[in-house]
């Protein structure tokens, strides 16, 4: 266990619809991050969050959105689902914004599948 | 987002012989590097970082090779075991932020 929960582990949904992935953050930890991965273009940046607070984008879709609550969780909104959305999704953290040493902590992912 | 990719996409080993894991990375301003493991249904796991003023850098049954002169990253296993069969990422980090290459698929074979 690394720490870094997420929830749920699976979801299946179809076009059109509109879900949400939760990640809590390993304890002490402010900065989270959401990972995309595909088979095809491995990991890929959302979007990063550090106390609440939007701090980094890549290549987030206008159709995905997230938050970071007060109490450091953190939700993927994702809204009119395509086929393509397919993928696993990562939620990871780390203590600091900036971070360098030892690297993000992921967690188990969500395997979000769009019928 | 930089350019991190692997040379295999997959490699099948027979237990107990060493294991190599190619990366190439394209930023040269990258200044720390870390290899992760991802076991089915897992996330990525760390498990050996380098510094771009080493060269070399071993950890248990790891050894992680930086050559900074053609931009090469390289994972090193030695007696590879079964439970060493996962997906093997780098990444470089570039002013605090990781970028991810697509990842080897390492099989052992029994």
């Known amino acids: 266990d690394s720490g870094v929960t997420q929830t749920p582990k699976h979801l299946i949904t179809a076009t059109g619809q509109r879900v949400t992935l939760r990640c809590s953050p390993r304890?002490?930890?402010?900065?989270v991050y959401w990972y995309q991965q595909s088979l095809d273009q491995g990991l890929q940046f959302l979007i990063q969050?550090?106390?609440?607070?939007?701090?980094a984008k890549g290549n987030i879709l206008e159709r995905f959105s997230a938050q970071q609550f007060p109490d450091l969780h953190s939700e993927l909104n994702l809204s009119s689902l395509e086929l393509g959305d397919s993928a696993l999704y990562f939620c990871?953290?780390?203590?600091?914004?900036?971070?360098?040493?030892?690297?993000?902590?992921f967690g188990s992912g969500t395997r979000l599948t769009v019928v | 987002g930089e350019s991190v990719g692997l040379h295999l996409p997959t490699l099948s080993v027979q237990e107990g012989d060493n294991s190599i894991i190619n990366c190439a990375y394209s930023?040269?301003?990258?200044?720390?590097f870390i290899w992760y493991k991802q076991e089915s249904g897992k996330g990525p796991q760390f498990i050996i970082d380098?510094?771009?003023?080493?060269d070399k850098r071993q950890g248990q049954r790891v050894t992680v090779l930086l050559n900074k002169t053609v931009k090469h990253l390289s994972l090193q296993i030695a007696a590879t075991q079964p439970g060493d069969s996962a997906v093997y990422f780098c990444?470089?980090?570039?002013?605090?932020?990781?970028?991810f290459g697509t990842g080897t698929s390492l099989t052992v074979i029994p």
């Open positions: 380098i510094r771009s003023n080493m």
């Open positions: 304890s002490g930890d402010l900065s």
């Open positions: 930023n040269s301003a990258s200044d720390y």
């Open positions: 969050y550090y106390n609440g607070e939007e701090r």
């Open positions: 990871a953290s780390s203590a600091t914004p900036y971070t360098e040493n030892y690297g993000y902590t």
């Open positions: 990444a470089e980090n570039e002013l605090g932020q990781f970028y």
